[in-house]
């Protein structure tokens, strides 16, 4: 194999591959990228047997085809240390020889037959979504999923598509964010389709997009889904397991509801939260005719008092809630004004965020 | 049924030879009122010297031989019986002690029944020897098993001498329940011990076939206490001194690091009478709770004074056993005046053990010994020493040497400084090892700390602060964690849902064999609830079922701080390890973790210099 490469284009092929390289693996096979030059382009793979990528580099020229197996960080040192446009990979016995115009790196490979397959996205996709939409629904739910719970399925995004609408709902048991949009096309059939993603995609995913325009398509098999871009096919395992019945845990008997601007109730809550520390989370939510006033106080640093003149209606409420699930929440609303509506101060509430975007979410039992 | 039967079987046999009601004989009477007193050798010695005192001895000369079956020698330089009473010594019911009624509820004296000589009189032949200030000699009068013979002049020093011989002679029963010797001597010193501790004022000697066994001059109090406990314990001690209007309580307790399987090393005394009190051992134990590992007794001494009108120590015959007017109140005061002796103390143990020096000593004491034996073979000047004597004294083990003897006595004098109230103030710089441990500079050496216990201990006092101030903030379940669950372990969490709900957790019962968890404490949002709550019933079903309300809350805020702290093997960053070191010294017993083990050890520049042997011996 002889290629002459765009040193950026392949930059960015490593950095996405980079992403999905095993960190720690005791088979050194994994810790490698596979370049593959069939004929016109360079296809970047790598894997960690959960996730697969395949980027494709079209910034080449190929004097001669063929694969290899090279150290993913040492080459990625390489293309990024170095100052030229382009620089030569060529694959000479068990060694890839990298020259620019003044270096010149001979690096040991591996046996290319050792990499796993990398699947390729073939066929029609089932759905597809506009980039930058896709990458708004991943922003808005992501953060609300599990980090490591050990309830598999709170780790992932529950993803459904049914009459070309799509819904991604992420919680880690203690709120639940929900974000829906249109889909390009659907093909799907009536049923439309369920799958739950490992967060690790759905941020590779989030990544791999950079057209805002361009269409990303979607195949969810048994246990894998397929996304395709422009530039690369992701594979992911699926998470197993049982999403929770979301729907039950939306409060539908709200009589207490606030109104106010998305930014300025962020900045309120943000200055209530300064002095929360690790064990006293809480910020005191008290809703009255006037308006709210959000107070918080912790054994260890001292007393917060922030007023927040908004509309209210309903009855008076005192409500614990954990600042930072509020202004993580906050901080994804694209609309200009929320609404938070309340029953009881043990029960959950509703935030609001225009039309698309809900988010439930459990109060604190203040001290 | 099987009670008539019984009568039936039995009937025959009591109708044929159906024993008389009769009046037993007076020597009878004592012999089974000595069974009541006195057990065995010691309970002589116990009583012999408790007269002693009581006549005012400033000296005590305790003798045995073969054990006490041979020979028991008690002499004091008391004031001594005039020879006119001297017969009466014996009688049953007679003693100086007390005349009145009321006296028998104002007991200042150490005996009072009148019993002990006689009860002695009539199981051995006994002996006493006794002169007064003001008599020009002295007199001796005889009881073999009871019969007394007349008084005798006799030669004699001032005070009191009684002669046990020939114990038990006519009680063969208790004759042959003797232990062996070294046994039974065992006991005795240890009750000499227990009647020297606190009467530091007295010197006590015992000797044993000859051979000087105890040996305490008159000294200060403390000195005195200290001869109960090991060397190695010596410089772990806390003086105590607590009093309410009439009771005093002082004494000295050690640090928990002393705290031992068995309660040998703590010793009771109300007003200078030895006691066992279930009460006071409850109270030192609880005193001590979260600093020791469970199960371990603190050695404590606690000399207890008490206007004697507000005890009855006439419950039991050894007097072993007494009944407080208010056991409550002492109770209290031992709890509370220990606690906070505790509280106000730096605990950290030493990281070298005591025990090095006195391994030193005798090894030391066998150097020279060899090399004394080296010498003696050598010819010439060297090789004939004078007096040989003095090199086998210290050859012999048991009694230290006396340079060792006077260093000893120097560091009692002045109080060790491990003990004292003041903390060392800590230094901004410390280094973490094997991300389990903290080393820190202190103006006397330095300290190790086991980062996780000392975490667990701050966490645990934090939470201990935290819900005196209310139930603890907990994050309420959108989606409830489920957990498996059986029948046993569901009634557990029933039992302790209200003291759950103070620590922020509400479990409910959700469906066949499942809890849910409906919210859990913000503090341990790292946690996976899950996790500690299948812990939290596992233990449960086994350990926690039977504890009262405050064992258990300990418990569970115990679990939670040790789940919440920082692991051995958390690597922390400078900044993490500086803030664990400052919070060291703002919370309360931070020099054990709660479960009794200690955070800290210390390693003083002196250690170092004795182990690096800088220091000469």
Redesign the interface.
């Known amino acids: 194999m002889k290629v002459i490469c765009n040193r950026g284009a392949l930059l960015e092929a490593l950095n996405v591959a980079g992403t999905v390289v095993a960190s720690r693996t005791p088979k050194p096979s994994l810790q490698c990228v596979k370049l593959s030059a069939p004929d016109k382009s360079l296809t970047v793979m790598a894997t960690d047997l959960e996730v697969a990528i395949r980027y494709i580099d079209h910034q080449v020229q190929i004097d001669e085809p063929g694969e290899a197996l090279v150290p993913a960080d040492k080459m990625r040192d390489i293309v990024r240390e170095s100052v030229d446009d382009t620089l030569s990979i060529e694959i000479s016995g068990d060694n890839a020889i990298i020259k620019g115009q003044d270096s010149n790196f001979k690096i040991f490979t591996q046996n290319v037959a050792e990499f796993p397959p990398v699947p390729d996205f073939e066929g029609e996709p089932q759905f597809e979504i506009a980039g930058g939409h896709l990458k708004q629904l991943i922003g808005q739910t992501l953060f609300a999923a599990a980090k490591e719970s050990s309830r598999y399925a709170f780790n992932g995004v529950l993803v459904s598509v049914k009459g070309k609408k799509i819904s991604l709902v992420a919680t880690d048991g203690r709120r639940l964010a929900m974000a829906k949009g249109d889909l390009v096309s659907d093909n799907s059939g009536k049923d439309g389709v369920k799958a739950i993603i490992p967060a690790k995609a759905l941020t590779l995913i989030d990544k791999l997009v950079d057209d805002p325009e361009e269409a990303v398509g979607f195949q969810i098999k048994e246990n894998q889904i397929l996304v395709h871009t422009s530039s690369a096919t992701l594979t992911s395992s699926l998470v197993e397991g049982q999403f929770p019945p979301f729907e039950d845990v939306i409060p539908k008997d709200c009589d207490k509801k606030m109104t106010a601007s998305t930014a300025d109730f962020l900045a309120k809550i943000r200055l209530a939260s300064l002095l929360t520390t690790e064990e006293s989370k809480g910020v005191r939510l008290t809703f009255t005719k006037k308006g709210l006033v959000l107070s918080s106080r912790s054994p260890e640093s001292g007393e917060a008092t922030v007023n927040f003149p908004c509309k209210y209606e309903g009855t008076d409420v005192e409500i614990g809630f954990n600042p930072t699930f509020l202004i993580e929440a906050l901080r994804v609303v694209d609309s200009d004004d929320i609404t938070l509506e309340l029953t009881a101060p043990n029960r959950p509430g509703l935030l609001k965020g225009g039309p698309d975007f809900l988010y439930v979410i459990m109060p604190v039992n203040l001290q | 049924m099987l009670a008539a039967t019984g009568c039936i079987s039995i009937m025959p046999g009591v109708t044929s030879t159906l024993p008389r009601i009769q009046q037993l004989s007076a020597a009878l009477v004592n012999r089974i009122a000595a069974g009541e007193v006195i057990e065995r050798p010691a309970s002589v010695v116990k009583e012999l010297v408790e007269n002693a005192l009581d006549a005012g001895a400033s000296s005590i000369l305790v003798e045995i031989e073969d054990g006490g079956r041979e020979l028991i020698r008690v002499t004091d330089d008391g004031h001594g019986i005039p020879a006119g009473e001297l017969p009466l010594a014996f009688a049953e019911h007679a003693t100086s002690k007390i005349a009145t009624d009321d006296d028998l509820f104002n007991i200042s004296t150490m005996g009072f029944r009148g019993e002990a000589l006689a009860s002695i009189g009539s199981v051995a032949h006994a002996r006493i020897l006794s002169r007064t200030a003001d008599s020009d000699a002295a007199y001796e009068i005889l009881n073999r098993g009871g019969q007394i013979a007349d008084p005798q002049a006799a030669a004699g020093n001032v005070g009191t001498a009684v002669e046990v011989r020939n114990l038990f002679f006519n009680v063969p029963a208790r004759r042959k329940f003797m232990k062996g010797a070294p046994t039974e001597f065992g006991h005795i010193a240890d009750a000499v011990l227990r009647l020297a501790l606190p009467h530091p004022g007295v010197a006590f000697r015992l000797v044993n076939n000859g051979k000087k066994s105890l040996d305490l001059p008159a000294t200060d109090a403390v000195s005195r206490l200290l001869a109960a406990w090991p060397e190695e314990f010596h410089e772990q001690r806390l003086p105590l001194e607590v009093r309410d209007a009439e009771i005093r309580i002082t004494g000295i307790v050690g640090l928990p690091e002393l705290a031992r399987p068995t309660n040998k090393h703590q010793y009771l005394y109300l007003n200078g009478r030895h006691i066992r009190d279930k009460f006071i051992q409850h109270a030192l134990r609880e005193s001590f709770r979260g600093l020791t590992e469970p199960g371990r007794h603190p050695a404590a001494i606690l000399l207890i004074q008490i206007p004697p009108g507000d005890v009855d120590v006439n419950v039991h015959p050894t007097k072993i056993e007494v009944r407080f007017k208010d056991s409550g109140r002492i109770h209290g005061l031992v709890l509370s005046g220990v606690r906070e002796k505790l509280l106000g103390s730096d605990l950290t143990p030493s990281a070298v053990p005591m025990r090095a020096d006195n391994f030193d000593t005798t090894e030391r004491a066998d150097v020279r010994a060899t090399l004394a034996a080296f010498f003696q073979q050598i010819p010439g000047d060297l090789g004939a020493p004078q007096n040989p004597a003095p090199l086998q004294l210290h050859a012999q083990p048991g009694p230290a040497p006396s340079l060792e003897f006077s260093a000893q006595q120097a560091s009692i004098d002045s109080p060790p400084t491990t003990a004292s109230a003041h903390l060392p103030s800590l230094p901004a710089t410390a280094i973490q090892l094997h991300n389990s441990y903290l080393v820190t500079e202190t103006p006397e050496g330095m300290l190790i700390i086991d980062q996780h216990a000392l975490h667990e201990r701050i966490m645990y006092e934090?939470l201990k602060?935290?819900i005196t101030?209310?139930?603890?903030?907990?994050?309420?379940?959108?989606?409830?964690?489920t957990v498996p669950a059986t029948s046993r372990q569901v009634a557990l969490l029933e039992q302790i849902q209200p003291l759950l709900g103070r620590l922020?957790i509400e479990v409910a019962p959700f469906g066949p064999d499942t809890v849910a968890i409906q919210?859990f404490p913000?503090?341990l949002?790292k946690l996976?609830p899950?996790?500690f709550m299948t812990d939290l019933l596992e233990r449960g079903e086994q350990e926690l079922l039977d504890l009262h309300d405050e064992e258990l809350l300990h418990e569970l805020m115990d679990m939670m701080a040790c789940k919440a702290a920082v692991k051995a093997g958390d690597s922390l960053t400078p900044a993490e390890v500086q803030a664990l070191i400052a919070r060291k010294d703002l919370v309360d017993r931070s020099s054990n973790c709660p479960h009794g083990r200690p955070t800290t050890l210390r390693l003083s520049l002196k250690d170092l210099e004795k182990q690096f042997k800088r220091t000469g011996f």
Request: proline share 8%; net charge negative.
């Open positions: 934090e602060a935290r101030r209310g139930p603890l903030e907990s994050q309420r379940m959108l989606i409830p964690y922020g919210a913000t503090f949002s996976d899950v996790e």
